[in-house]
């Protein structure tokens, strides 16, 4: 007869498999959304939509099954801990997706300047490169994979006042519509936001690996 220990292990790791299908579907949020930015650019809107439907519901599967286990009698603290992380993990990696629509919703823009669609693109770069890191340090427990993407948070964070000043600067010197420099600017803030729930996740993962993971997976081989 299983244990409840065995029993809670193999939920975990169906919950782990169900972060990992978010982070993955997150990246192709990503990239199938990056051309939206650029006027008359042509991207997969629909499947863009059908991948945030999806992060959605498994963000709601999870946040079910994380209450049902929590149900459960006789949990160790270490075993609640992780499940409230889990829980966490799946809503920072909802907020992604919706960061993305985000911007879907306000782009086109109708003139960029040419060192702020540089500074976009490397936006896009960086938070794609951290959501790879995410994948490989949940499916591979990687701690210095999840350590680098909060690092890399600085990063983006940087980016992003180096962008803010390029588009006031360029509003100033009457560069750029104030409707275009508008949506830049709030453009930009997601893809700081979304860095920052990239890096909250990996934190949050690497927190459950370092307190909870071996109090979960003991026994449940």
Same mark, same amino acid.
């Given at each position: 007869m +299983?244990?409840?220990?065995? %029993? ?6 169906? +919950? ?24 008359? !650019?042509?991207?997969? #809107?629909?499947?863009t939509?059908? !991948?945030?439907?999806?992060?959605n ?7 079910k099954k994380?209450?049902? +286990?929590l149900?459960?009698?006789?949990l ?7 499940? %409230?992380?889990f829980?966490?993990?799946a ?5 992604v997706?919706?960061? *993305?629509?985000?911007?879907?919703? *306000?782009a ?5 300047p040419?060192?702020?669609s540089?500074?976009?693109?490397? %936006?896009?770069k ?8 995410? #994948?490989?340090?949940?499916?591979e427990?990687d ?17 992003n006042?180096?962008?803010? #000043?390029?588009?006031?600067d360029?509003?100033g010197m ?15 803030r %997601? ?14 993962y ?13 026994n449940?081989?």
């Amino acid at each position: 007869m +299983l244990t409840r220990t065995n %029993f809670l292990g193999r939920e975990m790791n169906e +919950l782990k498999e169900r972060l990992l299908l978010m982070v993955e579907l997150s990246h192709q949020m990503l990239q199938l959304g990056s051309k939206s930015i650029v006027l008359h !650019a042509t991207f997969d #809107k629909e499947g863009t939509l059908h !991948a945030e439907r999806d992060i959605n519901t498994i963000n709601k599967v999870i946040q079910k099954k994380v209450l049902e +286990l929590l149900s459960y009698e006789q949990l160790a603290l270490k075993q609640v801990k992780g499940l %409230f992380l889990f829980s966490k993990i799946a809503r920072d990696l909802e907020r992604v997706g919706d960061h *993305i629509m985000n911007i879907i919703v *306000i782009a086109p823009v109708e003139e960029v300047p040419e060192m702020v669609s540089q500074s976009y693109a490397q %936006f896009m770069k960086n938070v794609g490169q951290m959501l790879e890191a995410l #994948k490989r340090g949940i499916k591979e427990e990687d701690r210095s994979a999840l350590k680098w993407i909060y690092e890399e948070d600085a990063e983006v964070n940087q980016l992003n006042r180096k962008s803010f #000043k390029l588009i006031t600067d360029s509003l100033g010197m009457d560069q750029l519509a104030a409707d275009s420099g508008g949506k830049l600017i709030l453009m930009s803030r %997601f893809f700081e936001r979304m860095a920052d729930h990239v890096s909250n996740a990996a934190k949050d993962y690497r927190h459950y690996l370092k307190d909870c993971h071996s109090s979960i997976s003991r026994n449940s081989t």
